[in-house]
């Protein structure tokens, strides 16, 4: 209850920067308006909401983001740190076609995992085969104090940029852009 409160308290204080408003780096605005907020239907949407009806309201939000990073990203490689349901890889495959989920990779284009008691171990290990083009996408960021604070001990590490805070999940860059921190809603 208490963690419902608080999202939909953090979606309204997120407002005025949703849909890219006041962000100055043209590569996050680009992120944020066209992968995060983009509210078209992409090609298989349909397809896929009908091979998963099952999923509730907030599961498909879920699903539909991870389509639009495979999408973004096309890595090769997307490196599974935390289960996955079968719709989530339905929706990631569905994203980018020559994606394959693993977990295990030396060198991954996309890094999942949550924010849980293994976070700093796995934060240190996707550090270790991080690339400039990886995208690591952080899990449940706003679940606890705990894993808030990893959050934030992940977006200061000096081998991270760009950080993007959606409430439920976290999504950081390890390129050589200038360290900045977003909150937006997706």
């Not at 990073?69 to 090769?76: H, S, T």
């Not at 952080?138 to 200061?156: C, D, E, P």
Request: hydrophobic share 35%; glycine share 4%; net charge positive.
């Amino acid at each position: 209850m208490l963690y419902t409160i608080k999202r939909i308290a953090s979606r309204i204080c997120r407002i005025p920067r949703s849909r890219g408003f006041g962000v100055q780096s043209p590569s996050a605005y680009r992120f944020i308006r066209y992968v995060l907020n983009e509210r078209y239907p992409y090609y298989a949407y349909e397809e896929l909401c009908q091979r998963f009806p099952q999923l509730d309201e907030g599961q498909r939000r879920w699903c539909e983001l991870l389509f639009r990073l495979a999408n973004y990203a096309q890595a090769e490689v997307w490196w599974e740190l935390s289960p996955c349901s079968d719709a989530e890889k339905a929706y990631i495959t569905a994203g980018c076609h020559k994606t394959q989920l693993t977990t295990n990779c030396p060198h991954p284009g996309v890094i999942r995992m949550q924010a849980d008691g293994q976070a700093t171990e796995n934060f240190k290990l996707c550090v270790e085969r991080a690339s400039a083009t990886t995208l690591l996408v952080v899990g449940g960021i706003h679940r606890n104090r705990r894993a808030f604070r990893l959050w934030r001990k992940m977006t200061t590490d000096s081998r991270t940029s760009v950080s993007f805070d959606l409430f439920d999940c976290g999504i950081l860059f390890f390129d050589n852009r200038t360290k900045q921190h977003y909150k937006v809603n997706y």
